[in-house]
């Protein structure tokens, strides 16, 4: 019997294992849905729940109307709206997986109503509340309404000074839909609560490591919990477990001087040697797949963790101890040693005494604050997605995707500032009034790369900007870098690219409403249009902004980076820009430089500057570029494609491509066009 037990225990946990982060997640032919459709409720209680979500609804539309004049309240309703949207979803999309997901249903309607009827009378309890409270955030990139937790501390008044809060970041879930997390986010404060301190819990739009919206989602939620409560810039801390424990080595790394301390937990810190590691994969990369690794392996970005102090956790049996093993061995070859805390014979969880030290050394880090202006600055980047640490800011390079270097100091006998660069080619030094050490009433200067430039005078009252560029291979001081909305196209920080960069933004998806070039190419853009709206609300839970292209207004354009589906002839915006775009496309067929395609069967996508406005973008024929089979494991959901790319559409869509890739590249620092390897 005890045999039969353990077999059985055996055959329970290896079938877990083929489900998830295991070999059967390698099979590209048999990808499984995530998130995965949810069981059957009773008929009766789905009709309950639809009328009481439909009552919630009316209500929301009602206080619309009647709180217009009273925007103190209006702009509550997100407080509201996130219990409807738990609800709504959950029935529209079949996301119910417990039984015991009906009841908390009822429950998420009866706070919403209870909040609702609390603004109509002029109220908003919740503000004043300690402990669990949810809130709620209107988007920008999509007009979606995205939910938070907060821990509040006892003893907290919205008068209090400001205080120190931390991050957390949640591990996997694909179950993990809006009314999961809100349920959750009101019964439980989480694996650390630091005395005195706020705790703000991020959904991340769902299941993708915080990576792209999900990385927005942790900006837009502080500067939404930054109206209601007294937050501590200079102590803010980031942390997290598993896939937060992911998330959290990306915002170290790529944010270093946002934060006091970082605490990453488990997870995973790049992509191939944890897919081979964890997944038991071998990933055979296109090169410029290899080039877009460079956007999350924050290994490439270790030496930035010399600004910040990381304490990190891992399970001594733990297999995720790859994540915080490697960066171990990256930050080593930086000249650091990182502080890693490890749970002796532990697997994927926190062991006691190594919560009780990570506490001991993060709250002893942040009670001290980050350090604004520290005397020395190193920091790596290969994309001006991530452009600065401290008072460091580069603004151009002189090739994306290759290394970028910046060691500076601040130096007192020349009064300014000593640094050296690699692949930079304009940078600025930027310190606030009040933390600027800096003599003022002196002569400033800056060496840069051995060359001494005058910089401008420091003032008591006033941030101390120095700003710099290259030209024909000597620095010279500039006021900041031309504005390539008035000057020469110049690729800078939101304008970078490549194609998954205009999902971190306001976007617009256009659709076409006039006769394709060719029936089998109106065919593809209409289902790569159709795809990328239903995976954008399945992955970053939100709903596309989606207009036909005769309704995009002046203010569309303004305000929205324009993703364009169709071709010259069906959609009457990318008429209007075809001829100002690097890639030519016709009837006859694409040409990107060198090579031409044949028009029946090829279709390009790419992200370029949008010529009715340089300041955002526009995009042809694509959503975001990871698909299906990687939506399986986090360390697969990064950028699959580059700035551009034409696709022979005679190889049918699939779970890890819209088609074969015939070619790709990358536009060059003007986004001027550059022949890509394969074609030299």
Not at 154 to 176: C, I, N
Not at 232 to 245: A, C, E, K, Y
Not at 568 to 595: C, E, F, H, M, Y
Request: net charge positive; hydrophobic share 45%.
């Amino acid at each position: 019997m005890n045999r039969l037990k353990i077999f059985a225990l055996s055959f329970l946990c290896l079938s877990f294992a083929l489900l998830a982060d295991g070999p059967g997640d390698n099979l590209v032919e048999k990808v499984r849905a995530v998130p995965p459709l949810g069981i059957k409720i009773a008929v009766a209680d789905r009709a309950e729940l639809a009328a009481g979500a439909a009552q919630l609804g009316k209500e929301i539309e009602a206080l619309r109307s009647s709180l217009k004049g009273k925007p103190v309240f209006f702009e509550l309703l997100p407080d509201v709206l996130i219990y409807h949207k738990a609800v709504d979803w959950a029935l529209r999309h079949d996301e119910f997986y417990k039984t015991n997901e009906v009841a908390i249903a009822r429950g998420l309607l009866k706070n919403g109503l209870d909040r609702a009827a609390a603004l109509r009378e002029g109220r908003a309890p919740w503000l004043a509340q300690t402990g669990l409270v949810v809130r709620g955030y209107e988007s920008k990139i999509d007009g979606s309404v995205q939910p938070y937790g907060m821990v509040i501390p006892a003893g907290f008044t919205p008068k209090d000074a400001p205080r120190r809060l931390d991050f957390w970041f949640h591990g996997r879930g694909e179950q993990l839909s809006e009314m999961s997390f809100v349920d959750g986010r009101q019964k439980s404060p989480g694996e650390f609560v630091p005395a005195n301190a706020f705790v703000l819990h991020l959904y991340g739009r769902y299941c993708n490591a915080n990576k792209m919206a999900g990385e927005m989602d942790l900006f837009e939620a502080l500067a939404h919990a930054k109206k209601f409560y007294p937050v501590d810039d200079d102590r803010l801390v980031v942390r997290g477990f598993s896939m937060g424990g992911a998330a959290c080595w990306q915002f170290a790394v790529h944010y270093p001087g946002k934060w006091a301390a970082a605490a990453p937990g488990a997870g995973f810190s790049e992509t191939p040697d944890f897919l081979k590691v964890f997944q038991n994969e071998i990933v055979k990369p296109a090169w410029f797949e290899r080039k877009l690794w460079h956007w999350y392996d924050c290994t490439d970005y270790a030496v930035n963790l010399f600004n910040l102090p990381t304490v990190a956790y891992s399970g001594e049996i733990d297999r995720q101890k790859q994540a915080a093993d490697i960066m171990a061995r990256a930050m080593k070859a930086e000249g650091l040693e990182l502080v890693h805390i490890i749970g002796p014979k532990t697997d994927h969880k926190y062991e006691a005494a190594a919560k009780v030290e990570i506490n001991k050394r993060i709250d002893a880090i942040a009670a001290k604050g980050r350090e604004l202006a520290p005397e020395r600055v190193k920091f790596a980047t290969w994309t001006l997605r991530y452009n600065e640490s401290h008072w460091v800011r580069v603004e151009r390079l002189a090739q994306h995707w290759e290394e970028t270097r910046v060691d500076a100091a601040i130096d007192l006998k020349l009064n300014g500032v000593v640094a050296t660069t690699k692949n930079v080619t304009a940078i600025t030094f930027e310190m606030p009034a009040g933390r600027c050490p800096l003599a003022c009433a002196f002569p400033s200067s800056v060496k840069l790369d051995g060359q001494k430039i005058d910089a401008p005078a420091v003032t008591p009252k006033q941030t101390w900007l120095a700003s710099f560029r290259k030209e024909n291979g000597k620095w010279i001081a500039a006021h900041r870098p031309d504005n390539p909305a008035v000057q020469s196209l110049y690729k800078q920080h939101g304008l970078q690219g490549p194609i998954d960069d205009a999902f971190m933004d306001s976007f617009l998806m256009v659709r076409p409403t006039g006769a394709a070039l060719n029936e089998k190419v109106g065919a593809w853009t209409k289902a790569e249009m159709a795809h990328a709206v239903v995976h954008w609300r399945s992955q970053f839970r939100g709903d596309a902004r989606v207009k036909d292209d005769a309704a995009v207004s002046d203010a569309d354009i303004a305000a929205h980076n324009l993703i364009l589906w169709g071709d010259p002839q069906s959609n009457k915006l990318l008429a209007r820009i075809a001829d100002k775009l690097p890639l030519t496309w016709t009837a006859a067929g694409v040409k990107a430089g060198a090579q031409s395609f044949v028009g029946s069967h090829h279709v390009p996508v790419m992200i370029y500057p949008n010529p009715l406005n340089p300041k955002k973008y526009v995009v042809l024929n694509s959503g975001f570029t990871f698909r299906e089979y990687d939506y399986l494991n986090n360390a697969r959901q990064i950028a699959k494609l580059p700035d551009w790319a034409v696709v022979d559409i005679r190889t049918p869509a699939s779970a890890r491509w819209p088609g074969a890739i015939a070619s790709a590249g990358f536009f060059g620092e003007r986004w001027e066009f550059i022949e890509p390897p394969m074609a030299k």
